[in-house]
């Protein structure tokens, strides 16, 4: 009976949540859906950022990280029960970051596989970046 209800809850949670992977894109980019760019504050000034996404860093240049003060900067500026979009230098970083979001909290992720070697390489709208 624990194995049939953990089984009904593990497929239950997945329903509610989901990770797409997917390169930039125009569509993606005039979909309105809020991106998340969670480089470091030296790679925004050397690349800038795709147009719109919100800059809120993950790990920073030593690879250390501050999951909370991450979510609580991300929940103030997205809101998570709707689908985002994150995006890295590779998308090795939102690899990670997507499965934690979408596995731990049930938040619909688009994973921006190629990140903004991707986006340069389409030569996608780029703005640069200014700090607050």
Known sequence: MKKIFLSILVLSLSLF???????????LLNSNIPIVDIRTPGEWKETGLLKGAIPIML??????????????????????????????RTGSRTKI????????????????????VYVKYKKLPITPYRSN
């Open 17 to 27: 949540a989901s990770i797409k992977n997917q390169d930039a894109s125009y569509e």
């Open 59 to 88: 790990f920073d240049e030593k690879g250390n990280y501050d999951l909370k003060v991450f979510l609580e900067k991300l929940n103030g500026n997205v809101d998570t029960k709707k689908p985002f979009a994150i995006i890295c």
């Open 97 to 116: 970051l997507a499965q934690f979001l979408s596995q731990k909290l049930n938040y619909d992720v688009i994973n921006m596989t190629n990140g903004m």
